[in-house]
Every structure is written in C-alpha cells, then in structure tokens.
C-alpha cells in the first residue's frame, strides 16, 4: 500500500496535498472549506447548505447550471456536501481531466453569482429535501439524538436548517457568509489519483511554502494561481461545547404514519483528537459494524429483534459520541433496548476476547486498504486531517496503530466510556412519550 503525500502551504495560508496513487487512471479533486452549521447563528441555520446548494446554479466563469455541470458531460462525476464543520466540493475523472475538474472545484467554492432569482426557487428544493428527511425515521431518529445531546449549542442544530431560518435567508445573507467564511486559512485543495512526478523539476512560483519538491510545478502552480490570492481573514468563531450529562435522556418523536420504531442509543465518548479513537474504531467493528458484530448476532441473529442494526462514532474538536440504530416492530421497542444494553454491560463487565479482537482488526485492515484504491476516499482522508488540524498519519501509519490496539486497550475503555449516566434514546414511532422506556437505560 501506497500512502505517500505532499503538502504545499501557500503563503496565505490555503494548503493544497498531492496524494499520487499507483494503479489508477483517476484523479478525485475537492476544495474543502472549514465551515458548516455548527458555524451559524440561529438566525441563519442551514445557510451553509444552502450556499453549498447555491453555487451549482452559477459561478463567474460557469455563470449557468448547465455550465457548471461540464464536469458530467466529460463523464465525470461531481457533488458537493455540508456537513458540521466542512462544505466539501469535490469531482472525480480521468487523470487527464484533471485541471477542469479543479477548475470546476475552486469556482464553486471561490466565484458562486447566487443570483437573487435563484434564491427562492432554491429555497424552495431545499424545504423538499427538509421534507423528505421528515419522512424518513431512522434520519429523523439520528437528527433527534445529535440535537438532544447538544441542546442549546450550534453543534447541537441541523445542518439543514429549521424552516423559519431557511424562509428569511436572503441572496444578502448568502454573500456575506461567504466573504465572511470562506478564506484561505480555512482552505484544503485536494487532488489524488495518477498525477504526474517529475523530482528534478523545481516549483517555478515564488509565495510557495514546499514540504515536499516532488509533484508536477504545473500543478502547483495553477493551485497557486487560482488559490494563493485570496486576503487572509480572522474569525470570531469561539464555540467549545463540554460534556457534562448527569443522567440518561429519553427523546421521543411521534410519527402517526410509522410502520415501525427507529431508535438510536448515544453515549459520549471523546473528540476526534484524542489517542482512544485507534482503539474504539476496532471495538466499534466487532460491536456492531456487519455480520460478524456482537450486536448483529445477538440482536438479530438470535433474537430476531431487527432487519438492520450497526453502530458508528460521531467526533468533533471539542466533543463526540458512539450510537446504535436499530429498526424494530413497535411493540418490542422495550425488549430490543433492553437486549442492546445487555449487551453493552457484558462487554464493560467481562470484556472484548482476544479472538474477536483479531478478527475486527483484520477487517478493518481489508476494509481500509480495498478503500485505499479509490481516490475520492484517499483524498477525503489526508484532507480531513489537515482541515481539522490533525498531525497527519498516512494510512499506513493509521494501520500501524490499529494493528498495536490490544484487548487490554478495549477493556479500559469499554469502562471508561460506557456510562449509564451518558445515555440517551430518540426514538421515532407511531406512539407517544412511554414512561416504561426511560427505566430501561442502565448499564
């Protein structure tokens, strides 16, 4: 496995990484900005989204919809993303196409028109798409479980937005949000696939800050170009949200419509900088990611409780969680919570064995190293890091670590983080608040 890379610091501060892949034909290109909903006032929640919606309807170079979807035309495929803390704009194509993929990329995230016409009719698209999540429970059960962890907090709103915030968004506001976040210190252009090395060529720009002198000066250099202009700015954002639940918390949403109960298990764990997460990633696989998860065996295999159950990690700078879903009949909601955090005590009790512990890392290894042969995942994993100021560890090193986590690292933490006391359940079902579901959480 490959896992080399390079990183450029422009003297404004936007970085770019170049990460060559042996193998492939392709290059995954993404302009990723530091900003999302955890960024917005409650005023304006959802505008980050809705800018990353705007900017496909026009840029200054591509100033149409049709334009800007030129990436497609040449067989490509293009999307964006918003997320609580990165709008991520990112194309896939042949190695060829490279810098009008790019291309494409920067103005999206740079040059948007957001035409006042737009706006209204985008608005109306993205109260669809509010809706659609409305009918989807096990959405609607995790959105529920991520607002009542975080109450009162911007971590704590939806990315989407709430419909009276959405409604009063102007093409105004949509402007000067973007001037306001998107600047070059919170810039990482992205480009890995089959890029073109030539070692003994210098970098022919002058405000260039090298780590490393071995990529195409061309490439370098047009990032420059189009990236290195940009003013630096200072942020005021300041929000650092502290874990202190005392007790375990029920959310329960009614759905009349509901054909079953979706529901999902949260507990607080750690923020995305800390050691414990080589450790959990592998508890979390033999707990409840497939069919060889103690979860999946237990809870479906031998009880017959649900179709789907898996289990996931949320972290952030500050703050992060571990969740459970499952989708189950209506009236054994009480039996599967009651089967889940059986399950979450025996494991904090007697612990991971050795054997299951070998076979998640084996997974996780295979798992990471058939992902390693796609671009797109190879780029959003050194591009997350360096946003999200992370020392960055290539994958090998990232295996490295995860093939030294032991039982002994499990069981310390299964201990430390499975609390009673951090509990929580949403649940969306066709029924109402039931006063028997908040006596079940205890671990």
């Known amino acids: 496995m490959i896992s080399k890379y390079t990183k450029i610091t422009l003297q404004n501060g936007a970085r770019l990484l170049l990460v060559p892949m042996d193998g492939v034909d392709s290059v995954a290109t993404s302009v990723m900005v ?53 709008t991520c704009y990112h194309n896939k194509v042949l190695s060829g196409d490279w810098e ?32 659609r999540y409305e009918d989807e429970p096990a959405a609607k059960a995790e959105e529920t479980l991520h607002t009542m962890m975080y109450p009162g907090t911007k971590l704590g709103q939806r990315t989407i937005g709430e419909v009276d ?35 003994s060529t210098p970098l022919r720009t002058k405000n260039l800050k090298l780590k490393s002198a071995s990529q195409n000066s061309k490439l370098t250099d047009q990032v420059n170009e189009w990236f290195g202009k940009l003013s630096p700015k200072k942020t005021d954002y300041a929000e650092v949200v502290a874990e202190n639940q005392k007790i375990p918390l029920v959310a329960v949403v009614t759905k009349p419509d509901a ?47 649900c179709y789907q159950i898996r289990s996931a990690s949320d972290n952030w700078d500050d703050v992060g969680g571990w969740n459970i879903y499952a989708g189950v009949a209506t009236d054994r909601v009480s039996e599967a919570v009651r089967a889940i955090i059986h399950e979450l005590s025996k494991v904090r009790d ?39 100021g992370q020392p960055i560890i290539t994958l090998d090193q990232y295996l490295l670590k995860i093939n030294a986590v032991t039982k002994k690292d499990i069981d310390a933490l299964t201990k430390e983080y499975l609390k009673t006391e951090t509990l929580n359940l949403a649940l969306v079902w066709n029924r109402g ?3 028997k579901l908040h006596p079940l959480l205890k671990i």
């Open 34 to 86: 530091g900003v999302g909903s955890r960024h917005e006032s409650r005023s304006i929640s959802g505008i980050s989204h809705f800018l990353e919606h705007m900017v496909f309807k026009g840029t200054r170079k591509y100033p149409t919809t049709d334009d800007v979807n030129i990436v497609e035309r040449i067989g490509g495929l293009q999307n964006a993303y918003t997320d609580i803390d990165i």
């Open 100 to 131: 009008l993929a790019l291309e494409i990329n920067k103005e999206l995230a740079l040059n948007p028109l957001i035409v006042e016409k737009n706006v209204d009719r985008e608005r109306s698209v993205i109260l669809e798409e509010m809706k």
């Open 165 to 199: 915030s959405l409604k009063s968004i102007t093409d105004k506001d949509l402007h000067k949000y973007h001037d306001d976040w998107y600047m070059p210190n919170k810039i990482v252009v992205v480009i890995a696939g089959k890029l073109k090395t030539h070692p």
């Open 259 to 305: 054909q079953q109960a979706h529901f999902f298990l949260g507990l607080r764990t750690f923020s995305r900088h800390n050691p414990d997460r080589f450790a959990w990633n592998v508890f979390n696989l033999l707990m409840g990611v497939s069919f060889t998860s103690r979860l999946f065996r237990e809870i479906r295999e031998k009880r017959g409780l």
């Open 350 to 388: 007697q612990g991971v064995k050795e054997g299951e512990v070998a076979v998640a890392k084996k997974r996780l290894t295979t798992m990471l190293t058939f992902k390693s042969e796609d671009p797109e995942f190879m780029g959003e994993f050194y591009g997350r890091q360096e946003l999200f």
């Open 433 to 435: 608040a039931d006063e």
